[in-house]
C-alpha cells in the first residue's frame, strides 16, 4: 500500500523516514524527501546503481550522516539527539570490512565493543562467543584477522556488530569483492539473522539471493525512492530500472 511515496505498514514500527533530503558539502543532493517506514523483523533491500542514494540513506541510520532536512525516528525518538542509544541498536558492517576490524585477534575484535563500553568481563565474554558462535567463526578466535578470507571478514564484522545485541543490522554492499563461497556464506548469516527477528537493511545493487529473503524492494534513482513494496511486486515493474542480479544462489 503506496501513499505519499511511502509504503505502510502492519507491523511494529522501528525507523520512520520523513521528507529527509541531504546535501553534501560540495553541493551534491545525494537525497531529496525520502519517506519510508520499516517495521520490527522486516529485511528491506535498498537497491540501485552506484550513485542512487542508497549507500548514503544507510549512513543516516545511525547517525553517521545527518539530513539536510527532515527526520528520521528510532523507536519514535530523533536519531540527531539520541546518538548513543542509536549506535547501540543499529548495527553497521560496511562495504570494506578490513576497515571495521581493529583486533590483534578475532576474539579481540569482537570484544572491542561490548569492552568500549565498559561491560562486566563476564558479560564481555558472554556476548562475544555468542557472535562468534552465530556466524561459526568459534574455531578461529584467536586467529588473526589479516589471516582470514574475505567471507571470514565479512562475517567477522558481523560479529562484531552483533556483540553490541541491535535490534538493527544494516549492511552496506555486503557482497562487494567477494567471490561466490564468500557471497554464500555472507547470506547464511542474513538468513540466520532474519530467522532469528533482526530487523535487516541491505543496501546492494547486486539483488542475487537477497530477493528470495527480502520483505520489501526499495529502489532509489538520483536520490528518490522510485518503487517501493513486495519484491515480485516490485520486480514485476522493473522496466527502466537498472537493478542486476547475476546467477549466484546461496545454497
Known sequence: MFKNNRYTTTNNEIIT????SHRYTDGTLALEDINLNISAGEFVILAGPNGSGKSTLLK???GLLTPTQGDLLLQGKPIRKNLRQTRKLVGMVFQDADSQIVGETVWDDVAFGPRNLAYAKPLVEQRVAAALETVGLSHLSEKPPYLLSGGEKRRLAIAGVLAMQ????AFDEPFSNLDLPGT?????QMQHLSNAAH???VASHE???LVQMATRLVVLSH???VRNGRPDVVLADADGLDLKWPNMMCS
Open 17 to 20: 523516514i520523513t521528507n529527509l
Open 60 to 62: 543516516h541510520l545511525n
Open 166 to 169: 541491535p535490534l538493527v543490522v
Open 184 to 188: 554464500r556464506q555472507v547470506l547464511k
Open 199 to 201: 530487523t535487516l537493511i
Open 207 to 209: 539483488l542475487a539471493g
Open 223 to 225: 536520490g528518490r525512492i
